[in-house]
């Protein structure tokens, strides 16, 4: 096979993860709220059922707070098709949030940066989330069962659908 070093004209990189433009559209099973609660896990999983898992935790400082966001690996790989907690994960910073846009960036510790699909994806969803645009049919963008503020198990109901515990039930 012969490969040939060539130039070609690209255009504005419009070719989107999420292409199809009249595909039917769903909600996002999250909201900008739930990503900001403090310790909220979702995951983004595309029509192919390829899936990241990331959880969004809010640190403070000073005076300030920030939000980190961070994708589940395979121990020293990739962050892909990893199911919260399961054995041989760990979490690799992606980078943080800007809480008033939704807007991703890398830090200097960021292990994922702009091109990967680490981050890429996670740019996507965040983007779609704080923006409340549909995504295609087929997609998901979803909370794991677990309330965004305290990490424990949510219940069936109403709160199943916040991804928050509601006032009626513990939440400390
Ligand atoms: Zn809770």
Redo the contacts with the bound molecule.
């Keep these: 096979m012969t490969v040939r070093k060539r130039f070609k004209t690209v255009e504005a990189d419009d070719t989107p993860l999420v292409p199809v433009v009249d595909a039917p559209k769903v909600t996002p099973g999250i909201t900008r709220e739930f990503l900001l609660a403090g310790r909220a896990y979702f995951v983004a999983e595309n029509n192919k059922g390829e899936q990241f898992s990331y959880k969004v935790h809010r640190r403070e400082f000073n005076l300030s707070e920030g939000f980190y966001v961070r994708v589940a690996c395979q121990s020293g790989g990739r962050g892909l098709l990893g199911a919260h907690g399961s054995r041989g994960l760990s979490y690799q910073y992606v980078g943080t949030l800007n809480a008033d846009t939704g807007a991703l960036k890398v830090v200097g510790r960021s292990n994922f940066i702009q091109g990967t699909p680490e981050f890429d994806v996670a740019k996507w969803a965040l983007e779609m989330v704080f923006n409340e645009r549909d995504i295609p049919e087929g997609y998901r963008i979803n909370h794991i069962g677990k309330?965004g503020?305290?990490g424990?198990s949510l219940v069936d109901g109403l709160s199943s659908t916040t991804g928050?515990?509601t006032e009626e039930?513990?939440?400390p």
């Design positions: 309330c503020k305290c424990r928050l515990h039930e513990d939440c």
